[in-house]
């Protein structure tokens, strides 16, 4: 933009001084002598939204990003005055308005330290072209101030320094620092002086992020139309802003079947059927767990959607159910683009009901995609989302397909200037009737969305699972989804990890890369790092474009083979953490993966880390990230950790080498933290659970583990029928007491625990189970630290 050559300040306008104020419950209102209004709702003590107009009327208020389930009310609010100010008071902020011209600044209520001011604040430019505003916002960044989230973007995890671009794009072969990709979050966390803040800017136009990139100290947002409206969301713990922007714009809205965090297997493309069952069969053969097979668009005919090829998939149900009887899930590539043929029902239909999109004078949007020439549904049209939901009918209830994969969904077109739909196509936007500048951003997530309403509806008891490309703010609601075609680099490698912590650090948890890399091809090496990395992902799948040869975890030889069987064994090993880490995130909105500076940003090593990072609540890792090492150097943060090989305790706060030999990755458990473990299955539930795994990491001090479990799949557990079980760990010098508490009507399979006891300092020479001595040697198994003991227990205490 825009903010700072001469020329541009000229087309600048700025509120005036405030002329009236009105207080309506929570929603104050500050009018200014040139008509311009600032709208102030107090959504919760840490939340407030500025909304402003220039014309006096504000728009319909509707957000795509806002889920209605969002959390409301507070504990105080009162407005005073001074002179100078509008004063708002609530029990977490305290925001200053100027009389003078509308500029905030919000402190802290306890300490009255300042968070965050406005430079020039709020101001406006016309748009003679497209008439409305390009709206601008601009904040004097804080000494030390860093800044992080931001969704996809390819970048080091701190973006101070750096300009960013919002609109949603199809990247082949996108690179480090490519911008803008597929994803629009617009939500940045911020700190300083050990305090974090959020901003949420819910604009769906083609918006842009300055963090002290144009001006040092200066941190600016702009959109070229729509309103200036965001919400500032205060911490002031990062942890805190991240949950309060999920809880904003939602959590997933019910958790994932178990087997969709199983490993994935996909490529462009597997077929005929007797490709697709030789790469099944191989995986059993060779014993490396794989829960999901995907078919890429060959499946189809002519790539029409919702169509088989007889060619290749002569009989897509028998063959979908003998996967299934060998406990592989079908996921099947749905695109956007109806290839335009009247003998085509799926074209015909949306043709005959008026739901493909129409350029501004009335032409249907034409663009070209895989099938040829295409049309493309409306899909920010409720009864297109609706018609779409129901296409799935076949594939779902009848085929047995159990995800669907929406890809091209920015929408992408080939061929043209700017790969996607040209500005004047015209969109329903729920009835808030406009252009593709204002729903560009947000196709791709109804699309998303009209493709889970129908998962749901015909997956039912079982839940659906859906995988999308293009996403904007809230998306993570209704699908997964993957970074998009990455190379098979090294650097791609770390590009991988970085977007997959931004992810979690923007609300969008349920994601992962294309591992291995989706253009050219890996090493058996690089394949071997990347799946390491992957097994830590949420969303845990291997996919590869396919013209450059094999990307199985077999294609690479016997070594390779064994290290990525063994890394995939640990992902199996782990389900019930991984698990537990999304009910947390599915329940409550904390990140399955935090950064290290979201771990602790008290410690100001974290601010600049990019590689480390913590797995759910207790597992840290880091990546390998270059060829032939033997290991690498990196941060441990405050605390205790074990070597997960070794069982070496080592001290955080300082960067370490670790070893890692190919077969090895740097992963450490946090003291006094319980892992729960099954056994390895070569699909979820090939085996019934029979025990389960506590790894217990002795820690003299105490510290609290969680264990959820429930059917796995269907939504009992939404009736209650979960089990959460509380561990609470007390170690001290000569005894190690755990404490459980469970809840939930849920019974697991199993009827014992398997507590396996890592660093305890003493030899145990007694063990009370609910305060009565059990004879040691009842309980031990293979050693002295294998004890096998009653899941009912509530407190068991080992002593030397
Ligand atoms: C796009 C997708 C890729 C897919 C390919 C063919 O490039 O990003 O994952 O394999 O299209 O459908």
């Known amino acids: 933009m825009i903010l700072n050559t001469e020329l541009e300040y000229k087309g600048n306008l700025f509120p005036s001084k405030i002329v009236s104020y009105e207080k309506n419950l929570n929603v104050l209102s500050f009018t200014t002598a040139n008509g311009a209004i600032l709208q102030v709702t107090v959504r ?20 795509y990003a806002i889920t209605k389930y969002a959390s409301r009310g507070y504990n105080l609010l009162e407005v005073s005055e001074n002179e100078d100010y509008y004063i708002i008071t609530t029990s977490k902020l305290i925001c200053n308005i100027s009389k003078l011209d509308l500029r905030t600044s919000i402190y802290d209520a306890k300490d009255k330290s300042l968070i965050c001011e406005d430079e020039l604040g709020f101001h406006w430019e016309e748009s003679y072209e497209h008439g409305g505003n390009v709206v601008k916002m601009s904040k004097t960044a804080q000494p030390g101030e860093s800044y992080y989230g931001l969704g996809d973007k390819p970048v080091d995890n701190n973006l101070k320094g750096k300009r960013f671009e919002n609109w949603v794009t199809d990247s082949y072969a996108y690179g480090r ?7 629009t979050i617009p939500f940045y966390t911020a700190l300083h002086n050990k305090k974090s803040y959020g901003i949420f800017f819910d604009n769906t136009f083609r918006s842009f992020f300055d963090f002290c990139h144009e001006r040092r100290n200066i941190t600016s947002f702009w959109a070229q139309g729509g309103e200036m409206n965001y919400y500032f969301i205060y911490g002031p713990e990062m942890s805190d802003v991240v949950v309060n922007y999920t809880d904003l714009t939602g959590k997933p809205h019910e958790m994932p079947a178990l087997w969709t965090l199983g490993y994935h297997q996909c490529k462009w493309s597997y077929y005929p059927e007797s490709n697709v069952k030789e790469i099944t069969s191989k995986f059993r ?22 169509t088989w090829s007889e060619e290749y998939f002569p009989n897509p149900k028998r063959m979908v159910k003998e996967l299934a009887d060998d406990g592989f899930k079908t996921i099947v590539i749905i695109d ?16 005959d009901k008026d739901y493909f999109c129409k350029r501004a004078d009335g032409p249907y949007m034409k663009g070209k995609v895989w099938p040829g020439e295409c049309y493309f549904p409306d899909f920010t049209n409720p009864d297109v989302r609706e018609w779409w939901a129901n296409l799935f009918q076949e594939l779902v209830e009848d085929i047995g397909v159990k995800g669907v994969w929406n890809d091209m969904n920015e929408p992408a077109v ?73 190379i098979a680099t090294w650097d791609h490698l770390t590009i991988a990890n970085l977007q997959a912590q931004r992810m979690c650090m923007s609300g969008f948890s349920f994601i992962g890369s294309d591992i291995g890399g989706f253009a050219e091809q890996p090493n058996g090496e690089l394949y ?12 845990c799948r291997t996919h590869s474009s396919g013209d450059h040869g094999d990307q199985e975890p077999w294609a690479f030889g016997t070594t390779i083979t064994d290290v990525v069987r063994k890394f995939i064994e640990i992902r199996y090993q782990l389900l019930p953490y991984l698990y537990t880490a999304f009910w947390r995130y599915a329940e409550e909105g904390i990140p399955i993966l935090k950064s290290l500076v979201l771990y602790d940003q008290a410690d100001p090593q974290t601010h600049y880390r990019n590689d480390e990072f913590i797995f759910g609540e207790k597992i840290l890792a880091c990546p390998i990230t270059g060829p032939n090492q033997k290991g690498r150097r990196m941060y441990i943060p405050l605390g205790k950790w074990y070597n997960f090989w070794s069982d070496e305790v080592v001290e955080g706060g300082t960067e370490q080498w670790v070893d890692a030999d190919l077969d090895f990755m740097p992963i450490f458990v946090k003291e006094g933290a319980i892992i729960p473990k099954y056994p390895i299955q070569q699909y979820v539930g090939e085996k019934t659970i029979d025990e389960l795994i506590l790894d217990v990491y002795y820690k003299e001090g105490k510290e609290t583990s969680e264990v959820y479990e429930d059917a796995t799949d269907g939504y009992d557990y939404i009736k209650g029928r979960y089990s959460l079980r509380t561990f609470k760990l007390n170690g001290k010098k000569k005894e190690l007491i755990i404490q459980q508490h469970k809840s939930g009507k849920f019974i697991t399979t199993y009827k014992t625990f398997k507590v396996s006891l890592h660093g305890l300092p003493f030899k145990i ?35 030397a």
């Open 44 to 63: 919760r003590d840490s939340i407030l939204r500025f909304r402003f107009t220039t014309t006096g009327i504000f728009e319909n208020d509707f957000s």
């Open 177 to 183: 620092d490519t911008d803008p990709i597929y994803k």
């Open 285 to 306: 053969e060779l014993q490396i767990p794989c829960d999901a097979i995907y078919l890429d668009i060959d499946y189809m005919e002519g790539f029409r959607c919702f």
């Open 336 to 351: 956007p683009g109806i290839k335009i043929d009247m003998d085509y029902s799926v074209f015909k239909e949306g043709l």
């Open 414 to 486: 080939m061929d043209v200037p700017g790969k996607t739909f040209p500005n004047d196509v015209r969109h329903d936007y729920d009835g808030n009737h406009c252009s593709h500048r204002k729903a560009h951003n947000v196709y791709g997530m109804q699309m998303a969305r009209a493709t889970y309403q129908g998962l749901k509806k015909f997956s039912y008891p079982k839940r659906p699972f859906v995988i999308t490309r293009a996403a904007y703010s809230g998306t993570q609601r209704y699908t997964s989804s993957w970074t998009g075609d990455n």
């Open 528 to 539: 071997a790092r990347w799946i390491q990395l992957g097994i830590f992902h949420p969303f």
């Open 765 to 799: 020479s007694k063990v009370e189970i609910d305060n009565v001595i059990i004879p040691f040697k009842d309980l031990k198994l293979n050693g002295d630290n294998t004890l096998v003991l009653t899941k009912e227990f509530t407190e068991l205490h080992i002593m």
